[in-house]
């Protein structure tokens, strides 16, 4: 029996909001979305030169679900990962797509921060966006929709904003529901929880010596005969974190807006909406 094939694609923006409405998706009985929820297998090369059995065995238990879908947020990482709307097109030619947009200046600051917190990056905010086009990149909306009209057209890609979903999230999941021709009367017990959010407290560095010998085979030995106390003010000592909410950032907001008011001057042009929700971006 052949697997099937998934029919949607959550592509982004990475930080907007997709674990969550990824699971608010799962959540209807009419709609299967992996586990995990960002396979990647498009911008992948070595993933996609494998060949697709090993990605399709992640759909086998989607039954009779009318939507089949998965959320990996590198397939708009433009630049970064090139080819992927090409790739999906020659996979699926009636592939549907939701993209989730957010403040972009909120955006590339999280970005930065999830990277922190996965030892991703190392420098400070201000220095690691100037060198970094990527954090700027994936902000850049019509930038990464454009690639997708020009390969599905536009009515194959359903756009909102994580605003526009906190607000009122069941007029967004149900008007998403509409559109992807399910049952839009259903609303998901879950719609209150948020997933993937980066904690407040991110390991900044660890300290080599302490480090090391905290994941020694004699510190593993003698650990169970250690008091939990003493093993937390040792792991105080090893680790360096930083509290984002007590960071100015100021700064790095005032050197993101006027690049991100003329990215979201092209998007609105392109969509023929403004953003008003955007708060921090419009803020002078």
């Not at 009515?155 to 007029?171: G, H, N, S």
């Not at 950032?249 to 807006?257: M, S, T």
Request: charged share 25%; glycine share 4%.
């Amino acid at each position: 029996m052949t697997n099937p094939r998934p029919n949607l694609f959550i592509i982004g923006a990475m930080k907007a909001g997709t674990s969550s409405l990824h699971n608010y998706l799962n959540s209807h009985p009419q709609i299967f979305m992996c586990t995990p929820k960002e396979p990647m297998f498009f911008s992948n090369q070595l993933h996609w030169e494998k060949g697709e059995q090993e990605y399709l065995k992640l759909f086998e238990n989607a039954g009779d679900a009318r939507i089949i879908g998965e959320s990996s947020t590198d397939y708009s990482k433009a630049p970064y990962y090139s080819g992927v709307p090409a790739r999906i097109l020659q996979f699926n030619p009636e592939a549907r797509f939701i993209y989730i947009m957010r403040d972009p200046v909120e955006r590339t600051i999280s970005h930065y921060w999830f990277h922190v917190a996965h030892f991703q990056e190392r420098r400070d905010m201000m220095t690691a966006i100037q060198q970094q086009p990527h954090y700027l990149e994936v902000s850049d909306y019509a930038m990464q929709l454009q690639l997708y009209f020009d390969t599905f057209g536009r009515e194959r890609v359903a756009i909102l904003t994580l605003e526009e979903l906190q607000a009122d999230p069941t007029k967004e999941i149900q008007k998403l529901f509409a559109w992807l021709e399910v049952d839009s009367s259903f609303v998901p017990e879950n719609l209150e929880q948020r997933k993937n959010v980066t904690p407040r407290k991110v390991l900044w560095q660890e300290n080599s010596l302490v480090g090391s010998l905290r994941n020694s085979s004699y510190w593993q030995a003698v650990k169970p005969l250690v008091p939990k106390s003493m093993r937390t003010w040792a792991r105080s000592l090893s680790n360096t974190y930083v509290d984002r909410e007590v960071v100015d950032l100021e700064p790095v907001k005032a050197f993101l807006r006027p690049i991100h008011l003329k990215q979201v001057a092209t998007l609105s042009e392109m969509l023929g909406r403004q953003f008003p929700e955007w708060k921090t971006l419009y803020t002078s």
